[in-house]
């Protein structure tokens, strides 16, 4: 069976700090990869999809930057975090492209 | 841009009932249609892929319908139990990769 992780759980960080949150999959090969982002009070919000290693595909301009250095691995990073980036980090995967998405339990992160 | 609304923003009932969710969207050109659950503070469950082909799906206790010309799709949740309090989601697949969501029904079933 297939398993998604994500670490940290949880994460306090000053403004202005760096930031990497790390999602892998277990059990599968190839899969395309997600990240979403939920703020408070919105829907979850696609941040960066990737079909394979080192392609990426951004959907929304901003301070976040995305990397698949290994099949099953994909990195959400920042050099230097804003306020706004405050959220709910899920990282998803798929089969392929149009098919069912299967969330990671999330990474809580608060700006200060 | 896709848009996703789902109505009612919450809902509470009494433990046994029927109940019917609501996910409306603007663009009929769809990929597919997901239901979610979330927990308090956790990731998203899938409950339901609804191809765009498709008209309805079932699992257990729930069933989702499509209505892709009318922008519509329902989840029926029958005889409900207090462990399907949670928030449901509604998220429309518009193009290959993304997922639009809605805000999301919070659900409460009173014992």
């Known amino acids: 069976s297939q398993t998604i992780h994500q670490w940290p759980a949880t994460l306090v960080q000053p403004v202005g700090s760096p930031l990497s949150l790390e999602c892998t999959v277990e059990?599968?090969?190839?899969?395309?990869l997600y990240w979403y982002r939920q703020a408070a009070g919105r829907g979850l919000q696609l941040l960066f999809y990737?079909?394979?290693?080192?392609?990426i595909s951004s959907e929304v301009p901003q301070n976040l930057s995305a990397s698949r250095p290994q099949d099953r691995q994909f990195i959400l990073s920042s050099k230097k975090l804003l306020l706004s980036d405050s959220g709910f980090y899920l990282c998803?995967?798929?089969?392929?492209?149009?098919?069912?998405?299967?969330f990671g339990p999330g990474t809580r992160l608060t700006v200060t | 841009k896709q848009e996703v609304t789902q109505i009612p923003a919450a809902l509470s009932v009494p433990e046994g009932e029927n109940l019917v969710l609501n996910c409306s969207f603007t663009d009929s050109a769809i990929y597919n249609l997901q239901w979610f659950r979330q927990d308090p503070g956790k990731g998203l469950t899938s409950l339901l892929l609804?191809?765009?082909?498709?008209r309805e799906q079932t699992s257990g206790r729930l069933n989702a319908s499509l209505d892709k010309s009318s922008g519509r799709s329902t989840l029926y949740i029958a005889a409900s139990q207090p462990g399907d309090s949670a928030t449901y989601l509604c998220?429309?697949?518009?193009?290959?990769?993304?997922?639009?969501f809605g805000t999301g029904t919070r659900l409460t079933v009173i014992p």
């Open positions: 059990g599968t090969s190839n899969p395309n």
């Open positions: 998803a995967w798929s089969w392929t492209s149009g098919y069912e998405q299967y």
């Open positions: 990737s079909v394979g290693i080192g392609q």
């Open positions: 998220a429309v697949g518009s193009g290959a990769n993304n997922l639009f």
């Open positions: 609804i191809q765009s082909s498709q």
